[in-house]
């Protein structure tokens, strides 16, 4: 062997022949991967300690738990199940197809039984990375740190920040803050599509708030709150919001026809015909539910109706969007926002149901199953109770079993205190129908059940917002009654109702009741074959106070506080006369708008308000020294209008005059040019000096000869 010591520092290699001993060095010992994409792996813990023996068995165990929920990645090396020696640690890598099966898997598979004995425990890597980054220790902030905190929180609430260029756009809610405090409507004409303020002078148009030419490919609608604008197009939607309606969030959905948001508009659900039309279970695209705030689908679902039939919204949302359903055969599908998957991992089974209604207000909802040959039909009220393990607890809240029943419709009261249920019923022959509704009374104990019955058909009925009073638009046409019922407090003694008929109207030339957004008002409205006739009803003094027609009006729709009410004559459905006319809370046209191909008029939702009851009364108690201040501002606002009107006139009067100052300056100027086209100066010709000249010239137009004896 060689035994001679060569000293390393006295060698000189050439830049080549470093490269190639680097080069054969790192082939020798290859580094570490720094390309896997952790965000797909699924951690799942709870497994059964196992021998060699039984490792593959057990591999496809958990294979085919996954792969009943999300698809994995392919090939065999997609579930790695570590040993200790001879026996696995009771853990397996699991690597998905996608972050979003990672996620949806550690979701659905978390707190499921393998077997009797065993449990899995899921969650993603990032997720145990976020927990393993946590301190051991606590340190509390100290308090600027910390309202800092807050206030970036409650800014990034308010501001979106994330603009293209760099830029803050402002608030969502910045409309809200307008000095006179009013309401914002969107219209669309041909290709234009326009929001204006509504601030109305002498009848006329609103403000122009923003305006875009082919800014929708079909419609535009509002979010629930107001936050934002949807324009439809063939691509997707877009969300626009801002003083300047910037774009907000753009949702690729091609082929997309409807779209409806959760009530707090945290989410917004897409529908495209096209889709479905070609869905597959797999991977379904015809209806997807996104974030609202982040663009990014959250899920998508299999629409098993005829695409172009498909009943809309599809899914219905409770109160604080924690909740959503569809209805199945024989079950509703109740899908946990949070998880995006069904409450407790199955549907709710309700044999028969044919329709359901979440509570306005809180997690109830109500669902009706039909009459058969061999039970009678149910109505049943059931509440959601989320518990801390993650599961669900649908409890019984009233229920009640009703006969003779051809068809039942359910209608909640704003404030979830009643619901009407609306029974079409038949008498035993079948020979004659008649309707009658069961109230329940959710406040008071034991949640009673009330019935009034009328005896011909029900066109339309309504609850006012928030209120005690039910309306009812009934009759056998051409012409119907309208009665209004309040539910009084429960009594217990015999012969006291406590559902009273306090007014009826009848003979009237309506179809369709609407109550204003804080109650008190409602228009009864004569649509389609009606022929647009209105009449508007006070509900404290029971006293109709006016009547207004818009002839053909397709629709009617108050603004979100109750001050105007618009009707609106569509072209979608008529070509003629197309526009809107606006009413005040009086009755009283306020202005009438007639453009051709006027397609939409939307007035823009407001939030709830953050006023408590108590700061309420107090306004509502100072309303007249309130009155007088408005008083004193409108008639100042009148008077500027008035002022600025005066000054517009005659600026244009001065404009006018400078106008034909200049061009008789330029007349005087071309006086040399006038005589040489002439030959004289044409301006010294004196009119008195003229002579005229009258030539006269007789035409025989006809000759005729009579003979006369």
Avoid at 15 to 40: H, N, Y
Avoid at 123 to 137: F, K, M, R, Y
Avoid at 259 to 270: D, K, L, N
Avoid at 411 to 427: E, I, M, P
């Amino acid at each position: 062997p060689c035994t001679t010591r060569v000293n390393m520092t006295n060698i000189t290699l050439t830049a080549k022949e470093e490269a190639s001993i680097v080069a054969a060095c790192e082939a020798a010992v290859p580094r570490p991967r720094t390309d896997l994409d952790m965000s797909r792996v699924l951690i799942v813990e709870g497994l059964p300690i196992v021998g060699p023996e039984k490792v593959s068995k057990l591999l496809k165990v958990i294979r085919k738990k996954i792969l009943g929920v999300a698809p994995l990645a392919k090939g065999d090396d997609a579930v790695v199940m570590p040993m200790d020696g001879d026996a696995s640690r009771g853990v397996a890598f699991v690597t998905m197809e996608s972050e979003t099966a990672a996620q949806e898997a550690a979701i659905a598979l978390h707190n499921v039984p393998l077997d009797k004995k065993h449990t899995l425990a899921t969650a993603t890597w990032e997720t145990l990375e976020t927990c393993a980054s946590v301190p051991d220790e606590f340190t509390p902030p100290n308090a600027a740190d910390f309202l800092a905190t807050v206030s970036a929180a409650d800014d990034a609430a308010d501001k979106v920040a994330d603009k293209e260029d760099g830029e803050s756009v402002p608030g969502l809610r910045s409309w809200l803050s307008h000095p006179e405090g009013v309401d914002q409507y969107a219209i669309t004409v041909g290709d234009r599509t326009e929001v204006h303020w509504n601030s109305l002078q002498a009848g006329t148009v609103g403000d122009l708030a923003f305006g875009r030419d082919a800014w929708t490919d079909s419609y535009i609608s509002w979010s629930p709150l107001g936050s934002y604008l949807v324009t439809a197009h063939r691509q997707g939607i877009a969300l626009w919001g801002g003083d300047t309606f910037e774009r907000m969030a753009r949702i690729a959905h091609a082929g997309v026809t409807l779209v409806s948001f959760s009530p707090q508009e945290r989410f917004v659900v897409t529908y495209s015909p096209d889709a479905a039309a070609r869905d597959s279970k797999a991977d379904p695209s015809g209806c997807i539910v996104w974030d609202v705030r982040t663009g990014k689908k959250m899920r998508g679902f299999f629409v098993e109706e005829d695409p172009d039939e498909v009943r809309w919204p599809y899914f219905k949302w409770s109160h604080d969007d924690r909740f959503f359903a569809r209805l199945g055969t024989d079950v509703i599908d109740i899908y946990d926002s949070t998880t995006m998957m069904k409450i407790n991992k199955k549907s709710v089974s309700v044999p028969g149901v044919k329709a359901f209604e979440w509570c306005p207000a809180e997690n109830r909802l109500a669902y009706v199953t039909p009459e058969t040959s061999n039970q009678p039909a149910r109505v049943a009220i059931v509440e959601l109770l989320a518990r801390d393990n993650g599961k669900v607890s649908v409890n019984d809240v009233a229920q009640k079993n009703l006969f003779l029943v051809h068809r039942v419709t359910l209608h909640w009261q704003s404030a979830g205190d009643f619901l009407a249920v609306n029974l079409y019923r038949h008498t035993k022959s079948k020979k004659r129908t008649f309707n009658s509704f069961e109230v329940f009374r959710l406040r008071d104990k034991g949640t009673p059940v009330e019935q009034f019955e009328l005896k011909d058909e029900v066109i339309d009925c309504a609850w006012e917002p928030a209120g005690k009073l039910f309306a009812v638009c009934h009759g056998n046409g051409p012409r119907y009654d309208v009665s209004m019922y309040k539910m009084e407090r429960l009594s217990r003694k015999a012969g006291v109702e406590s559902i009273t008929m306090v007014k009826r109207l009848e003979r009237l030339a309506c179809n369709t009741l609407i109550w204003a957004p804080r109650g008190r008002f409602i228009v009864l409205a004569g649509l389609r074959n009606l022929n647009g006739h209105l009449d508007f009803f006070d509900s404290n003094t029971m006293e109709m106070y006016g009547s207004e027609e818009h002839f053909m009006c397709t629709s009617v729709e108050w603004d979100p506080t109750g001050r105007y009410v618009v009707t609106v004559v569509s072209h979608w459905r008529q070509q003629l006369e197309t526009g809107y006319c606006m009413f005040n809370v009086l009755g009283e046209k306020v202005q009438a708008v007639l453009k051709d191909q006027f397609y939409q008029f939307a007035w823009r939702p407001r939030p709830a308000s953050l006023l408590s009851k108590e700061a309420e009364r107090k306004i509502r108690n100072s309303l007249p020294a309130y009155i007088k201040k408005m008083e004193v501002e409108d008639k100042k606002k009148q008077q500027a209008h008035v002022v600025e009107a005066r000054a517009k006139r005659l600026a244009a009067k001065a404009e006018l005059q400078r106008a034909l100052d200049a061009a008789y300056e330029q007349y005087r100027a071309e006086h040399a040019k006038r005589v040489a086209i002439y030959g004289f100066d044409p301006d010294a010709v004196n009119d008195e000096g003229a002579q005229v000249e009258v030539f006269e010239e007789e035409e025989v137009i006809e000759e005729t000869e009579e003979y006369l004896e």
